[in-house]
């Protein structure tokens, strides 16, 4: 009876250590990636283009979908750093408000599109495209109608992207004000992260710059073959991913810096919403083939690509890293091993540090001390989005409010 019971109890406690290791093993394996990115992009990349190939004809295209309080401002300011070689294209989309009176009014050219079936930035680059076909330029880059370049940002995104043959995306930022409050500034910080350390990271290991759908330049011959006309909430990763497959992976060029205003708490939560959904779908969709598809055929952009994709956004996975080794020790207390709790969680602490490091060289201007103890509270906010996840993500596009 003793032996039964004692070869009961080592199968029930195998059973225990089996189901930790199952439940551990891939959200461990998903930080090793986004340690390696991030332990690799605390230092910046070196540059490899110059002003060696300015394009003759350059256009600025920019969509823009009920942008009347803004865009105003940024044309005014954009206007006052372009090269004289290029021009500024609107692409004023089912707007309902003057944002085509007043982009003309500062002398953009403004083409209207009309189509409330068919909506989206997609589409409305696909339309700016068409119109551009007749006599295009030699090089387009893209910017949200609320963006705005460092000073010589586009001189050297261009250049890059004739010299390149290649898509260029610039290091994509968003600031919050003076008046900013904790969750903005941590929101930016974590944007920081995205757009800049692991981008630097993941370019380093060999895959492609994650395109972000603003500070993008193409060359003609690039952006004329481009899947454009789609209602898909997070068309840039679409490309990147359709680019990186057919070998014309995206440069990351850290020398040119483009800037947003960040929204809201309300209209934050809103396109966090929009480009945390976007993003798993691309995951679910994309991650494995990528790394399927670059083993296969000897491609690391592919395969790093892959790997990239598989780690959710960082809100995200520290809130399933969290609930995961209170689970792991849970079933420690109920007799099992206590490895995939102690490895689970000292991947984690590695990751704070990294963030921590990351903060200290990069993101103390946008992350204030005073606001980092708010982030439990900012993983909590998120919390909506991930239950409107559960029950459907979110596949339309929707306007991102602004500032007044």
Same mark, same amino acid.
């Given at each position: ?18 189901? &930790? ?28 283009? *110059? ?34 070689? %290029? ?20 002398? #953009?050219?403004?083409? =209207? ?6 909506? *989206? ?7 700016? $495209? ?22 010589? &940002? ?9 010299? %390149? @043959? ?12 003076? !008046? ?20 630097? @990271? ?24 481009? #899947?454009?006309?789609?209602? !898909? ?10 680019? +990186? ?14 800037? %947003?205003?960040?929204? +809201? ?6 396109? $966090? ?41 960082? #809100? ?9 080794? +209170? ?13 995939? #709790? ?21 993101? $103390? ?28 993500? =979110? &596949? ?9």
């Amino acid at each position: 009876m003793s032996d039964m019971m004692l070869t009961t109890g080592v199968l029930d406690m195998n059973a225990l250590d089996a189901v &930790t290791w199952i439940a551990v093993v891939p959200v461990f394996l998903v930080f090793m990636i986004f340690v390696n990115e991030v332990a690799l992009g605390l230092v910046p990349v070196d540059e490899q283009y *110059g002003l060696a190939k300015i394009p003759r004809a350059l256009t600025i295209l920019i969509p823009a979908h009920n942008e009347a309080t803004g865009i105003g401002e940024t044309l005014f300011r954009l206007k006052e750093m372009l090269p004289d070689c %290029s021009k500024i294209l609107v692409v004023a989309d089912n707007c309902t408000d003057d944002t085509a009176k007043i982009a003309r009014a500062l002398g #953009a050219e403004v083409v =209207e599109r009309e189509d409330i079936e068919k909506r *989206g930035k997609g589409f409305a680059l696909d339309f700016g $495209r068409a119109h551009l076909s007749a006599t295009p330029p030699d090089c387009i880059i893209i910017l949200d109608a609320d963006c705005l370049p460092d000073l010589g &940002t586009i001189e050297i995104l261009s250049a890059a992207a004739i010299e %390149s @043959g290649r898509p260029v995306q610039a290091i994509n930022l968003m600031y919050g004000g003076p !008046n900013a409050g904790p969750l903005i500034e941590i929101s930016n910080f974590a944007f920081l992260i995205k757009n800049l350390v692991r981008q630097r @990271g993941l370019v380093r290991l060999g895959g492609p710059a994650m395109l972000t759908g603003t500070g993008m330049a193409f060359p003609w011959e690039v952006f004329k073959g481009l #899947a454009l006309a789609s209602s !898909n909430i997070v068309e840039d990763l679409a490309i990147t991913v359709n680019l +990186t497959l057919k070998k014309t992976k995206p440069i990351l060029l850290e020398g040119a810096k483009v800037w %947003s205003a960040a929204a +809201t708490a309300k209209d934050t939560l809103t396109q $966090r919403t929009r480009w945390e959904h976007g993003f798993i779908a691309t995951m679910r969709k994309h991650a494995i083939p990528a790394i399927v598809f670059g083993i296969l055929n000897g491609q690391l952009a592919s395969l790093r690509l892959g790997l990239h994709l598989l780690v959710p956004p960082l #809100a995200m996975l520290f809130a399933i890293g969290s609930a995961l080794s +209170t689970f792991a020790l849970i079933f420690f207390a109920l007799g099992a091993s206590p490895v995939p #709790a102690l490895i689970l969680i000292a991947m984690i602490s590695l990751s704070l540090l990294l963030l921590a490091i990351a903060w200290w060289r990069e993101g $103390r201007e946008i992350l204030s001390a005073r606001a980092i103890i708010r982030i439990p509270y900012y993983v909590l906010w998120k919390v909506p989005i991930y239950v409107k996840l559960l029950k459907g993500p =979110e &596949t339309e596009w929707i306007r991102t409010g602004r500032k007044d």
